[in-house]
T-cell receptor
């Protein structure tokens, strides 16, 4: 199973600023996903970030607001740009395990973001 | 598109009671089905999974069976404990697909 770490674990930011969240995996993985969990809500997929290709964004999420980098098979970043209080959420990265035909996804501990 | 519907919470039970959390889905193709659990203050953990119709996933006394005919994946446990108090998410996906989650069901078990 993959072990995933995220930085920062939490942050409080001012409106209009940007925050970059880092996701580090202890093994090489092709498929990585970024999700958002708004307070008291379920998880919503932001984008799929596979190494070697541009990130694919879900409806309602755009690259200008949530730029993603995937420079190698163990690392990715998600930036939340020009933040507003509505961006206050937990942001999670996850990876799919190729060892189980991609049928298991592991999640990082999340980054809890509060925008004032 | 894919969607997952699960019962509203919170569900409040006494210790040793029987638990059922309903989950139904709509999907294209033949996705895998999952139950994830989120304990207070902790991250998301995979509880169990089933990858094809009629498969039963089980872990820590919890069970769920992949029912293609009723498009369901209900979570059950015969005797809940206080330590089972958490939020439970039903999800579908796998096989290179991102996960689609249900809204989550909060379970509170009272001693």
């Amino acid at each position: 199973s993959a072990v995933i770490s995220q930085k920062p674990s939490r942050d409080i930011c001012q409106r209009g600023t940007s925050l970059t969240i880092q996701c580090q995996v202890d093994s090489q993985v092709t498929m990585m996903f970024w999700y958002r969990q708004q307070p008291g809500q379920s998880l919503t997929l932001i984008a799929t970030a596979n190494q070697g290709s541009e990130a694919t964004y879900e409806s309602g999420f755009v690259i200008d607001k949530f730029p993603i980098s995937r420079p190698n098979l163990t690392f990715s970043t998600l930036t939340v740009s020009n933040m507003s209080p509505e961006d206050s959420s937990i942001y999670l990265c996850s990876v799919a395990d190729p060892g189980d035909a991609y049928n298991e996804q592991f999640f990082g501990p999340g980054t809890r973001l509060t925008v004032l | 598109g894919d969607s997952v519907t699960q019962m509203e919470g919170p569900v409040t039970l006494s210790e040793e009671a029987f638990l059922t959390i309903n989950c139904t889905y709509t999907a294209t193709g033949y996705p895998s089905l999952f139950w994830y659990v989120q304990y207070p203050g902790e991250g998301l953990q995979l509880l169990l999974k089933a990858t094809k119709a009629d498969d039963k996933g089980s872990n820590k006394g919890f069970e769920a069976t992949y029912r293609k005919e009723t498009t369901s994946f209900h979570l059950e446990k015969g005797s809940v404990q206080v330590s089972d108090s958490a939020v439970y998410f039903c999800a579908l996906g796998g096989g290179r697909r991102a996960l689609t989650f249900g809204s989550g069901t909060r379970l509170q078990v009272q001693p």
